[in-house]
Every structure is written in C-alpha cells, then in structure tokens.
C-alpha cells in the first residue's frame, strides 16, 4: 500500500510517500519563511497562494524521486486540520480531486495526530501507551496516549503556547523571523542565571502558562535597555538564554509532574518546539532519572511535513476507504479529544 501525504495547515507544503516495510519512499518540503518574514508573521492570503504554487509540482517531483505514477497509489492522505482554512482547503482540494479521479480514498488527517504519531517513522518506535508532550507555536499539550485514537488531553497552555513565546520574546529581541529558533541559537552563548525569572504555575498542577513569563521577559527586556537603549551581544544573549531556561524548565517539570502521575513508561516530545536542543537534553536526562525512555522524531519530522501525514493516513485508511466520493474536510478548529480510534 502506497499512500501520498499532503501537508498545507499553515507555511509550509510538505508531500511525501509512505509505504510500509519501506517507509518514507520521498518527500519534498517547501517553507514560506521568506514571504511571511516581512510581516513578522504568517498571513493567510499569501499561505493559501504559495500552497496553490507549489503543491502539485511537489507531488510530482515526489512521483518521480519515488520512481512511481499516480496510478500507483492506494490512497492519498491530506491534513484536514486544525490550521488556516484556506491553506487547509488547498490541499484537501487537491486530495479530494485526485483520489475521486484514481478511484481511490482521500483521508482527512487530524494534524496533531499526524504530530504524536511522527515517532514511529524512526526505527526505533515507541509503543503504546506513552505519554506525548505536544510542543509547537500553536499547541502545547499533556497528553496520554492509550492507543491509535486514544488520547486524553492531561493539560494544555491556558494562554499562549511555548512556541508562541518563544517567537514574541525574539520579536522583542529583535530577531530574524521565525523568531524560536533564532532565539535558541542566540541563547547557546548567554548566561540562562543572569535574569531571574519565573517558572509559572510550578507545583500547581499539569496546566501551562507562558504569558506571564512573556511578561517578566519583556519587563526584562525593558529595564535593560533603559540601562542602554542598544542592548549589547552578550546581555541579548543571557536575556535569551535565561528566557528559554525559564521555559525548558517548565515544561521539564509538567512532563516529570505528569509522569509521577500516570507511570507511563514512555515519553515522546511532538512538535516543532520539540527540536529545541536544551528541551530534548532536560528530558532525557530527566527520561534516566525516572526510568522513562524518551521518544524524538528527527527535526526534519518535528516541524510541519508530508510524512507525518502520510503515516497517519496509513493509520487510518480503513475507515477512510468506505467514505465515497471523496469529499473535502476542512476544520480550522478541531480538537484532538473529538477523534476516536478508527473502525
């Protein structure tokens, strides 16, 4: 079984090819870094045009670094949400349209599932259950995953996600767009004991909190560059180093919180926060401390792709394959908690 992924939620166009026994057979992914930087963010209009650019002379360069036509596919799997419902609608166009002329399913993916589950495409996977720390700009979530489908939410942000305070702290810092990363590498040479600053919620539960921290960040901020209004290398540097300390603690400290809480014997790290260097270090030290083997996909699977979703798709083909025709789901709100394993 052959099944194309599909992946346009936001900015970036993931395609790729899943078999399995074989695995991912290619893929191709297109970032929109470059348009939306100018805006300090992802504007929809212009994800939506660049999806329509690029998506099908993606799929076909994929066909072909796979040696395989369109006629060699059993189903094509596309994310159906949540994310921007233009962009979702892309891709679910396209998938739609294909599989209704190949006469084959088009299965909606749920995009966090398509997250949990980019672990098993390494070859060491974890089995259920485990417990996932889903990590992004939108998302950040405790979740116990019992099974395919299984899956109880154990807490979640109440306010921003780490992803998003990340990139509203390198904004303030001045940095490049996508501000996480830029602010991670900046934070490799600072000092994380300069500035004091809180660990929210610590102790009170499995529920995040990050705008607080945002807040001292730039109370921070605003008090160094009253000192000097060019802030110099190293003090930008320790501000991001002691900003990102804050956040990789408290995010270590739900996840021992939580497993101290269920006795899950696995933890897998999801999403495109979850390549951050130190977060994936304090988890696998704190994985030794407590007996926990700790579960990563490679970068390249924490960010946005189309294997994720091809995967998925693969997962949840037998149910897909009784929809006929293919139709378009497109849901820019859909909570993880409505899916159920398939039937």
């Given at each position: ?50 999806h329509?650019a ?66 098993m ?7 259920f ?8 700009g939108?998302h950040?979530?405790?979740?116990d ?11 979640e ?24 990363p ?35 960040a ?14 110099d ?20 400290g ?5 497993l ?10 999801a ?8 977060l994936r ?11 926990v083997?700790?579960?990563?996909p ?6 946005d792709n ?38």
């Amino acid at each position: 079984m052959r099944i194309l992924g599909i992946e346009t939620s936001c900015d970036e166009t993931g395609v790729a090819v899943f078999e399995p026994g074989r695995g991912v057979l290619a893929e191709r992914l297109a970032s929109q870094i470059a348009i939306h930087a100018a805006f300090g963010g992802v504007v929809p209009e212009l994800a939506s045009r660049d999806h329509i650019a690029k998506l099908l002379p993606m799929v076909e360069e994929v066909l072909a670094a796979a040696n395989l036509e369109l006629g060699d596919l059993d189903a094509i799997a596309y994310t159906a949400g949540p994310g921007l419902i233009g962009a979702l609608m892309v891709g679910g166009s396209l998938a739609a349209s294909l599989a209704y002329g190949l006469g084959i399913a088009a299965i909606p993916v749920h995009h966090l599932e398509g997250h949990l589950l980019a672990c098993m495409l390494e070859k060491e996977a974890p089995e259920f259950p485990f417990l996932a720390l889903l990590v992004s700009g939108g998302h950040t979530q405790l979740i116990d995953v019992a099974a395919l489908g299984r899956y109880r939410i154990i807490g979640e942000t109440l306010d921003d996600a780490a992803g998003e305070a990340f990139d509203k702290v390198a904004r303030l810092l001045a940095l490049p767009y996508p501000g996480g990363p830029e602010l991670a590498r900046l934070a490799e040479s600072g000092d994380p004991e300069r500035f004091a600053l809180p660990r929210p919620l610590k102790n009170q539960g499995l529920d995040f909190s990050f705008s607080g921290l945002k807040t001292a960040a730039r109370l921070a901020i605003g008090a160094a560059r009253a000192q000097s209004a060019d802030l110099d290398a190293t003090t930008r540097a320790d501000l991001a180093a002691s900003f990102q300390a804050a956040a990789v603690d408290t995010l270590a400290g739900k996840c021992r919180q939580a497993l101290e809480a269920t006795g899950l014997p696995r933890l897998v790290i999801a999403g495109g926060v979850g390549a951050n260097r130190l977060l994936r270090a304090r988890l696998e030290a704190l994985g030794r401390q407590l007996g926990v083997r700790v579960y990563y996909p490679r970068p390249a699977l924490c960010t946005d792709n189309g294997a994720m979703i091809a995967y998925a798709g693969y997962c949840r083909h037998t149910a897909a394959a009784r929809d006929w025709p293919p139709r378009i789901v497109a849901r820019p709100r859909w909570p993880l908690a409505e899916l159920a394993p398939p039937n």
